[in-house]
């Protein structure tokens, strides 16, 4: 018996219908279960590989999640911490969509200004709005720019 690693492969089954979310950065699949607000409670039906060989990105995380298809506004908040991630849209066992996600200009009420004096951080009456940079995003209140840590300011 062989102890090479090419001898071992990741083995998931098949969703019947849901989404698969492919090419995320390694170590990120816990965010983008936050992002889709899923935890577990509503025993959903998910599988989750985390940091698996992938010829583009070195290591990836894939999600299969059953019986949910994502939302527009939940693939432009993926985006965000997931740029080259592929969407795959399964329907009896047949992928009947992919496409790559594709960063929006502007994300609005989905992340939370980490600046505590911006008026979208207070008790204001008014939903976040930030600009999509190629390396971050900028609150448009109060100029704030975030690079690193986007995840954390998902609003779930």
């Known amino acids: 018996m062989?102890?090479?690693?090419?001898?071992?492969?990741?083995?998931?089954s098949k969703i019947r219908n849901g989404t698969v979310?492919?090419?995320?950065?390694?170590g990120q699949a816990l965010n983008v279960l936050a992002i889709?607000?899923?935890?577990?409670?509503?025993?959903?039906?998910l599988s989750?590989?985390?940091?698996?060989?992938s010829d583009?990105?070195?290591?990836?995380?894939?999600?299969?999640?059953?019986?949910?298809?994502?939302?527009?506004?939940?693939?432009?908040v993926l985006s965000l911490i997931a740029p080259d991630a592929t969407i795959n849209i399964v329907r009896e066992?047949?992928?009947?969509e992919k496409h790559r996600v594709?960063?929006?200009d502007v994300?609005?009420?989905?992340?939370?200004?980490?600046?505590?004096?911006?008026?979208?951080?207070?008790?204001?009456?008014?939903?976040?709005?930030?600009?999509?940079?190629?390396d971050g995003v900028r609150c448009e209140y109060c100029d704030t720019i975030v690079r690193e840590g986007i995840a954390s300011l998902i609003d779930t």
């Open 48 to 53: 989750v590989g985390m940091n698996v060989p």
């Open 21 to 26: 979310i492919d090419h995320v950065p390694g």
């Open 107 to 134: 994300v609005e009420g989905v992340l939370s200004c980490p600046n505590d004096g911006c008026i979208s951080a207070g008790d204001e009456p008014v939903d976040s709005r930030f600009e999509v940079l190629d």
């Open 102 to 104: 594709d960063r929006p």
């Open 93 to 96: 066992y047949d992928v009947v």
């Open 2 to 12: 062989s102890d090479d690693r090419d001898d071992h492969e990741l083995r998931v």
């Open 36 to 45: 889709l607000g899923i935890d577990g409670s509503e025993g959903e039906e």
């Open 56 to 76: 583009r990105l070195a290591r990836k995380d894939i999600l299969k999640v059953e019986d949910r298809e994502l939302s527009q506004d939940e693939v432009d």
